[in-house]
């Protein structure tokens, strides 16, 4: 179904990368590495790395980048990430993509596509602030775009939506920042490696699906 499975998703808090990584993995087996997933299940079980990204993650700063690429580099090694990986969320700094080169290249791997998911801040403001996620499986929903069958209840395996703590209006304002400053000098990073597709975020689900579908061939 897709020829490039070793990518990365990248693109502003609110874009859909973790909305298009679940339509993504239902069509098409690959592991799904969300560094944000990571750091919220860490958080969940109160563990040391839990308590230290929380203390960025509420801030809306970036977790240190020695920290985040260790973690990935572990889970790159292990045999989920033998077929194919979608990096949703990582590098968000040139150090860690250059940091990601240098974990592939010792196994001989590199990436196949790097797919920027672009929407205008109001919209992706809009979207973070009326965000619902499920506690127990993660997945999104949306008090304006996509509702759930019954309030307050996941679709999927019935646990409790909740607002996650950083997506109230402050801290989303934050993260929109640090994103401009720190993470879309990856987009220029990419291109000279002509790695980067650009797909129009700000278009109904099922056609931003379809355009992630298209760079992925
Ligand atoms: P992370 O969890 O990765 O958050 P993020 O990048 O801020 O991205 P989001 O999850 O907010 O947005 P998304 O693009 O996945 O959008 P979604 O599909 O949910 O990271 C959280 C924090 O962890 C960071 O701030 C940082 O502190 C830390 N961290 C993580 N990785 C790190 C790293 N590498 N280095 C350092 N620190 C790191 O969609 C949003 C909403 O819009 C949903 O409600 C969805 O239903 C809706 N929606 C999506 N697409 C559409 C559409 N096409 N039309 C209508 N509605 C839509
Ligand atoms: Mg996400």
New binding site residues.
Partial sequence: MIAKTKMVLL?P????????SELLLKDVQLAHV????I??AEMKNGTELGKL?KS??DA????P?EV?AGMVASTLNGEACKDGFVL??????VR?AELLEEELAKSGRTLDAVVL?DAPEELLLQ??T???TCRKCGL???KI??KPKVEGVCDHCGGELYQRS?DSMETAVN?LKVYNEQTAPLIEFYTRKNLLFTVD?S???AE?YAAFLKALN
């Fill in positions: 693109g808090p609110g874009a859909g990368k973790g909305t298009a969300s560094t944000g997933d750091f919220r990204a960025y993650i809306g700063k970036l977790v980048d985040v949703d969320g990582f590098p968000r700094t860690q998911f979207r973070l009326a965000r619902l999104n929903f949306n775009f996509g950083d993260r975020a278009l109904p689900k931003v």
